[in-house]
Antibody, heavy 120, light 107 residues
Framework: QVTLKESGPVLVKPTETLTLTCTVS??????????VTWIRQPPGKALEWLAH???????SYTTSLERRLTISKDTSKSQVVLTMTNMDPVDTATYYC????????????WGKGTTVTVSS | DIQMTQSPSSLSASVGDSVTITCRAS??????LHWYQQKPGKAPNLLISLASTLQSGVPSRFSGSGSGTDFTLSINSLQPEDFATYYC?????????FGGGTKVEIK
């Protein structure tokens, strides 16, 4: 059974750096046909694609946040980490990670999400 | 970046109705278009990949079609569990982008 679980702080202060971890099971981060994507959803708003990473370390970022985001993976720990610098209240959202197919790039299994609030 | 526009943003329908949701891309994405369903407080769930491929376990009342810039998600005979928000997503090129969502509400 494939599962993904997001973890990280519930509350961060403005200007701080957010670090989120996605721990996967049921598939390997060395699987050449799969990767992991981060998506977020502000309260009451639409989904926003943030970044993805694949087994060959291929990465991509959303244009508007590219300078603030870093995605990385630790295959031995089955973890994908997303860091976002200089957090702002507008970054308050539920953050999801999802398994992603390499060739067609859709998200076939999602984590339950973790809610992050940015407030002083 | 490719912009994805969904219409309508919301609709009201009754159990048993058939509904169609449209997703339009700002440029051709061939068939690199995927549909997700999201219920309140839950993570999205993949319904259809590559414009028309129904995922395992998804009821056959859901169907997708389209290519190029215009796509549709159809739901025949709406069931109570289908009231949710639906999103399209393109994967023709990075950065990937989602549509703004269509909320299907009970009339």
């Amino acid at each position: 059974q494939v599962t993904l679980k997001e973890s990280g702080p519930v509350l961060v202060k403005p200007t701080e750096t957010l670090t989120l971890t996605c721990t996967v099971s049921g598939f390997s981060l060395s699987d050449t046909t799969m990767g992991v994507t981060w998506i977020r959803q502000p309260p009451g708003k639409a989904l926003e694609w943030l970044a993805h990473i694949f087994s060959n370390d291929e990465k991509s970022y959303t244009t508007s946040l590219e300078r603030r985001l870093t995605i990385s993976k630790d295959t031995s720990k089955s973890q994908v980490v997303l860091t976002m610098t200089n957090m702002d209240p507008v970054d308050t959202a539920t953050y999801y990670c999802a398994r992603t197919t390499y060739f067609d790039i859709f998200m076939d299994v999602w984590g339950k999400g973790t809610t992050v609030t940015v407030s002083s | 970046d490719i912009q994805m526009t969904q219409s309508p943003s919301s609709l009201s329908a009754s159990v048993g109705d058939s509904v169609t949701i449209t997703c339009r891309a700002s440029q051709s994405i061939t068939t690199y278009l995927h549909w997700y369903q999201q219920k309140p407080g839950k993570a999205p769930n993949l319904l259809i990949s590559l414009a028309s491929t129904l995922q395992s376990g998804v009821p056959s009342r859901f169907s997708g079609s389209g290519s190029g810039t215009d796509f549709t998600l159809s739901i025949n005979s709406l069931q109570p569990e289908d009231f949710a928000t639906y999103y399209c997503q393109q994967s023709y090129t990075t950065p990937l982008t989602f549509g703004g969502g269509t909320k299907v509400e009970i009339k």
